[in-house]
Structure formats: structure tokens, C-alpha cells
């Protein structure tokens, strides 16, 4: 298997800008993470599905984020617009109902100037 | 809701020498622990996991963590490291009814100096 895939690895983009984020999960698992990385925060949780339908947005900073899942091999993070303080790398993770192990992507690195 | 706290943010420590790295939880629940690695640039890879049974736990590159529940700790320790094993080191929970979201502590940047 090739593991969590996600597009673009790298992303630098001028701020108000629309930003899309790409991930591909593990085959067969039922469930994708979104996380954010900064170096003031830490990792932290953005959202969260299960079977393709959104279980959890609470970490969503506000509403110029969005995500979707439109089926079970794809899904998206898109800002819009996206701000200087949205700079980070968003990692995607998968993993499957019958397992806990979240099984995370190589990342995708966004600066916004 | 759970929290991690990872002491040390960074830690130099010369070749050959051991090493431990503390992760305290706190967790109104019963949780499962993990820690990941990240190597510059890259993603997270597990090392190890707790999720039930015997509370010393082991990789197959030699570090190891021992969960202990009085001291809601979960510290990773190796006896000898080495220069690959330069890096970012995550201390993470989830609670125990399923699929649920990682929380992360905020990392120890482990340095192994030659």
C-alpha cells in the first residue's frame, strides 16, 4: 500500500488566495484526520469523518476553512481566503474501524504571504 | 477530554548514550498512548504503542516506554542511541471508545550529538 497520500507536499500562496489541500487514505480505512502543525500550537485536531460524513469540526478555526469528503478514497481542505497566521503543515491520517493505529501523510507545508 | 505534557522540548544527548523522554497524561478516562516520530521534513511514523496488557512496551529499534497509571506517565527511554535517531519525538493519548482524534503533547526534539 502506499500510505496516506496528500497534494501538494508544498504550497506558497499570497494571502486572500483560495487554498486547496488534498488527501488520499490508506484503502479500506474508514476514518481521516486532519491535523494542523505550528510551532506556537503544536498539533492539534481540525476535523475528523467516519465513513465520509464529518463526526467532529470543533477544531476548525473559523469559517474560512473547509473540508469535505466526498468519497471514501478523497478528501479536501480548502481556505478561503487564506491569511499569513494560516502558514503550518497540515498533516492528513487515516486509519480503520477495526484498529486504533492512525497512520499519518507526509504532510503538506503552506506558507501564505 | 485528555492533555499531554511533554516536559523537556529539547533534549542533546552525546552518541551511545541513554536517554529518556517524559510524557505525563491527564485524562478523565482510561486512554491508550502512542508515541510517534517525526524526522525533518517528513511525516509522523509510529514507534510504539499502549493499548492493553503488559505496561512495558517495545520498538523494534530499541527504545522502549513503560506506561505507568499512579503516575499517569508514559516515558520513552533507550539505553544507546544513535545519530539517526535525531528527531522529533510526540507523546499522544486517545480515550478508549474507539476511533477517536489524537492529542498530542507539543514534542521533544531529541539531538544526538557524535
Known amino acids: 500500500d502506499a500510505g496516506v497520500i496528500q497534494s501538494p507536499r508544498h504550497e506558497v500562496t499570497e494571502m486572500g488566495q483560495e487554498v486547496t489541500l488534498r488527501c488520499k487514505p490508506i484503502?479500506?480505512?474508514?476514518?481521516l484526520f486532519w491535523y494542523r502543525q505550528t510551532m506556537m500550537r503544536g498539533l492539534e485536531l481540525l476535523i475528523y469523518f467516519n465513513n465520509n460524513v464529518p463526526i467532529d469540526d470543533s477544531g476548525m478555526p473559523e469559517d474560512r476553512f473547509s473540508a469535505k469528503m466526498p468519497n471514501a478514497s478523497f478528501s479536501t481542505l480548502k481556505i478561503q481566503p487564506s491569511e499569513p497566521r494560516d502558514s503550518a503543515v497540515y498533516f492528513c491520517?487515516?486509519?480503520?474501524?477495526?484498529?486504533?493505529?492512525?497512520?499519518f501523510g507526509p504532510g503538506t507545508r503552506l506558507t501564505v504571504l | 477530554a485528555q492533555s499531554v505534557t511533554q516536559l523537556d522540548s529539547q533534549v542533546p544527548v552525546f552518541e551511545e548514550a541513554p536517554v529518556e523522554l517524559r510524557c505525563n497524561y491527564s485524562?478523565?478516562?482510561?486512554?491508550?498512548l502512542f508515541w510517534y516520530v517525526q524526522y525533518p521534513n517528513q511525516g509522523l511514523q509510529l514507534l510504539l504503542k499502549?493499548?492493553?496488557?503488559?505496561?512495558l512496551v517495545e520498538s523494534i529499534n530499541g527504545f522502549e516506554a513503560e506506561f505507568n497509571k499512579s503516575q499517569t506517565s508514559f516515558h520513552l527511554r533507550k539505553p544507546s542511541v544513535h545519530i539517526s535517531d535525531t528527531a522529533e519525538y510526540f507523546c499522544?493519548?486517545?480515550?478508549?471508545?474507539?476511533?477517536?482524534?489524537?492529542?498530542f503533547g507539543k514534542g521533544t526534539r531529541l539531538s544526538v550529538i557524535a
Open positions: 491520517a487515516s486509519s480503520s474501524h477495526d484498529s486504533l493505529l492512525q497512520f
Open positions: 485524562s478523565s478516562v482510561s486512554v491508550y
Open positions: 499502549y493499548l492493553s496488557g503488559s505496561t
Open positions: 484503502s479500506g480505512h474508514d476514518y
Open positions: 499522544a493519548v486517545t480515550g478508549l471508545s474507539g476511533n477517536t482524534p489524537l492529542v
